[in-house]
């Protein structure tokens, strides 16, 4: 039996991939920018084994037996065996490409809290077989893989900050991830995810998708004038370490991604009055000076990044009215409770696909 | 003692009005439609008077001595009297536009229900004026005098369907309200209001729109591209009475405001978690076959648009719901109660400003 194993990390997106031009190659409408956050907190980590005595190809998740039979997932294994093939001309060189695989896969942090963990998930899953396969690509090479399984799995394959490049070739050759400055660029970013509880079903992100190129008037508008020009002031903004303009340019960005949800038809909503609380908390952090910035997902959850400089003005504001719920590293005084949060994360910006001595057996 | 009473109603928007290209003329980024609701639910009463024995103008409003001294009430009063003075050459006239007036001014509906007075306090007052002053100038003429006071106040000055043209002069006087069809085109038109309670400050329509306007990235492509296509097919679907596709206008143009209020720079807020409660039950209503429409202002009340005909269907979805809080007229099954709604209005499309001998005295 060969066998190899990674962690790989969550990414949050400052600059939103909503939009697919191609739904099976998984072709973004538009260039993004996300964060990568630490691995000490959230992180994937899955072994990947192969071996003549393997009957079919299986996954377990979490302890549980999934089907790998989608469409998605047989895409990067295909790709990847290809490659493999590729480098076993030599008799000497293991078949493992001809082989059935076996994957155990297990996430550090509760499915429950809503953390979209299918970035994380497919891109350990391709990194720990590209190790398995010793293949010699590169990681931009490997989130094109990574891409077809989940669009925004191809920027969790490097650490830092990270441009999803959209590419323009219809059979997604240039739509990779590419890295715009490592993690030591900007250590001292850090990241509180507040995990918001909602009593209602969040339209999955890819139909929400669909439906927003389809109905929203507005759409077309963001992806050609407000996005291109975004994406290069986002970017600047990093290399530059300017907090205040990386903060602006990534609330502007949220708001920008849920008015199209909402220009929808039918609407769609993920922000809840919770989220729109956190919202007004942050702008009262940022009363006299830009410290934080709120990001939000296609469900109701804050992620706030701020610089490890300001961590006591940020998490203060916060602790005060979430203060009793569970997750705190630091503490402060807790005054108001307001509720609708169940728990937060306080983790910071991390490094990408990591090997491990760590391996999971079924 | 000369004296005039009229009565003026309410006019909700089906396209709405957001950004002001002039401030202080109230003149407006774009055209909007909107109709008129029956005054038997919602309207202002206003008494006009002018004597020479008055020592200075002053407004009584629901019983309460209001401020007159408002730039836009100062543009009103100037305009109504400078057309008073042109026709008062004969010695015969008495000359009304030289003596104080006194304004009393009544709603018959809770100020505290959140709905904006404004547009039927303006429409009542400048209709009661030029009723005193026995002006000759037709209601879009007098239009643009009310919308000096309030925007939204110059559709209040017909009944039935009303645009408002936004005209292109600086100075305004092509910015006006016109009919598109009288009420007796579509009277079995409905509508139904629900009053949704919310804990929190709205912001100011007046601010909020220069927000919009100066921070949303969207926003010009609404104005540019969306909203006129938008203007030209919501007349003719008012022309053809063909519901559903009024209602879909209707609802994806108050989307669309949403989604630039929340484009904004902070966001802009209006639509909260009962709102959107509210919307998942229309769409419910219209899964068959689009029979409701809902719209929402600076606020989180929706109003429900719907024929008589599907007067059933579309009211007893929301009775089950809100059947517990007060304002039916027509009764159906209380099933699940759901919170946010403290009362609705069962009403009906209307007519203009109307005389009437009932009068006020403070």
Request: with cysteine; charged share 20%.
């Amino acid at each position: 039996m060969y066998s190899a194993s990674v962690t790989a990390p969550v990414n949050i997106a400052t600059l939103k991939y909503w939009g697919k031009r191609d739904k099976s190659l998984n072709l973004p409408t538009n260039s993004s920018i996300s964060v990568t956050l630490s691995q000490d907190d959230l992180r994937t980590l899955t072994t990947a084994s192969a071996s003549e005595s393997f009957e079919k190809d299986q996954l377990w998740l979490n302890g549980k037996l999934e089907s790998l039979d989608t469409p998605r997932t047989q895409a990067c294994l295909a790709d990847l065996r290809k490659l493999r093939a590729s480098i076993e001309q030599s008799p000497d060189t293991p078949k493992l490409s001809q082989m059935k695989l076996h994957i155990v896969s297990e996430n550090n942090f509760p499915t429950a809290a809503g953390l979209a963990s299918s970035a994380a998930g497919f891109a350990a899953l391709v990194s720990a077989i590209a190790k398995l396969y010793e293949l010699p690509q590169d990681m931009s090479e490997l989130s094109k893989i990574a891409r077809k399984g989940s669009g925004s799995a191809c920027r969790s394959l490097f650490g830092g900050f990270v441009a999803w490049e959209m590419g323009t070739l219809p059979d997604g050759q240039d739509s990779k991830a590419v890295e715009i400055a490592p993690l030591e660029h900007w250590p001292s970013l850090r990241a509180v995810i507040l995990v918001v509880s909602d009593d209602k079903k969040d339209t999955p992100s890819t139909t929400g998708m669909q439906s927003t190129v389809a109905t929203s008037d507005l759409f077309a508008h963001r992806i050609a004038e407000v996005v291109p020009q975004r994406f290069e002031a986002m970017k600047k903004a990093i290399l530059d370490k300017d907090f205040p303009k990386f903060a602006e340019l990534t609330m502007k960005d949220s708001n920008s991604f849920h008015a199209v949800c909402l220009d929808s038809y039918p609407p769609i909503f993920y922000l809840n009055d919770t989220s729109k609380k956190i919202i007004k908390m942050v702008e009262t952090i940022n009363q006299q000076e830009v410290v934080a910035a709120y990001t939000f997902d296609a469900g109701p959850n804050a992620v706030i990044y701020y610089d490890e400089a300001n961590q006591d003005k940020v998490l203060s504001l916060l602790y005060k009215h979430f203060g009793h719920v569970p997750g705190w590293k630091t503490h402060y005084t807790a005054e108001t409770p307001v509720a609708g949060v169940s728990r937060i994360i306080q983790t910071s910006i991390g490094p990408g696909p990591q090997e491990t001595s760590e391996s999971l057996t079924k």
